[in-house]
């Protein structure tokens, strides 16, 4: 009976120190988590990395009320404020608006551009200050053209920015040449929708409806190559007509036939080689004139009459 005491005893002991040795690394983890979030909200990057990697080296098999997924998020956020802000000291103009627009987004995907406020502003500022520092051509960059139409709408970027419409005009060109036609039709659609009256509205239009047509092309499977300016290509319905079509085929079809013609002769030349191999061999002996196997004399050989 006391064997059998001492026994539940020491298993409810165990569960007991089990329990304490996996509430002590989440109670750590925890304050660790919360460390970083202050750090973040206050703007200090620095010491709210160093505080998130505390949480994800821990790896604990459990992450209770998402801290070690919330660490990561909010570290990547961090990263991406670092990089952005290198970029701006070094006057990278392109980059800078890249990556303080990739960081716009972030906070408003993740829902933290509500409790991290001291990021705003900052944003704000380098965004007009990449505007005030370059021209719209060398501002375009693919994670700018991806989150231009954004921006625009929760005004970060100011639609009375001079440089928005060629900005727009330039990124629905970088699109349509990396035949990349969803995002092409974005660009020119934003461009000729808020700006009409621009004088870029005109070739907007234009290049819509052919990004339009090549997106409704790849779709329906009709395969196009690239073609340099000028190439002479007429369309009916909804398939294209190459004018050097036939002129392809005409060709194909004279080497094939001249592969044919030649197989044949080589075949019949190959038979006619067989063919003398298999006769009788010839007589390799001349004829014997019927003169010389003749057993009479010829005249002129005959003796003459004395007594005549």
């Not at 969803?182 to 052919?210: C, D, E, M, W």
């Not at 997106?215 to 294209?240: C, D, M, N, Y």
């Not at 061999?281 to 196997?293: A, C, G, L």
């Amino acid at each position: 009976m006391g064997r059998g005491i001492l026994g539940v005893g020491f298993v409810g002991l165990t569960i007991i120190l089990a329990g304490v040795g996996a509430i002590i690394p989440t109670w750590q983890q925890r304050q660790d988590y919360e460390q970083g979030v202050a750090a973040l909200e206050a703007g200090n990057c620095d010491r709210a990395i160093a505080a998130f990697d505390r949480v994800i080296e821990r790896n604990l098999p459990i992450d209770l009320n998402g801290t070690a997924s919330g660490a990561r998020t909010r570290r990547a956020l961090c990263e991406t404020l670092l990089t952005a802000r290198q970029y701006r000291t070094s006057k990278q103009w392109n980059w800078t608006l890249a990556e303080y627009l990739r960081l716009n987004s972030t906070l408003n995907d993740t829902g933290l551009g509500q409790t991290v406020t001291a990021f705003n502003r900052e944003i704000e500022t380098a965004v007009r200050s990449a505007f005030g520092n370059a021209s719209a051509g060398s501002l375009v960059n693919p994670i700018t053209c991806l989150q231009l139409d954004r921006a625009i709408g929760q005004q970060l970027v100011r639609a009375s920015e001079p440089d928005l419409p060629p900005l727009l005009f330039t990124c629905g060109r970088m699109y349509a040449n990396r035949q990349e036609f969803g995002k092409a039709i974005a660009a020119f659609t934003t461009l000729v929708t808020r700006y009409p009256n621009h004088s870029l509205a005109p070739q907007g239009h234009v290049s819509l409806k052919y990004s339009r047509a090549r997106l409704r092309a790849s779709e329906q499977g009709i395969v196009t190559a690239s073609r340099p300016p000028g190439a002479i290509v007429f369309t009916t319905g909804r398939r294209e007509i190459d004018p050097l079509r036939w002129v392809r085929i005409l060709a194909t079809s004279f080497v094939t036939l001249a592969l044919i013609a030649i197989a044949t002769l080589v075949w019949q030349a190959l038979r006619a080689a067989w063919g003398r191999r298999t006769e009788l061999p010839s007589d390799p002996f001349e004829p014997i004139p019927p003169s010389v196997t003749s057993l009479q004399r010829p005249p002129e050989a005959l003796p003459s009459d004395t007594n005549a």
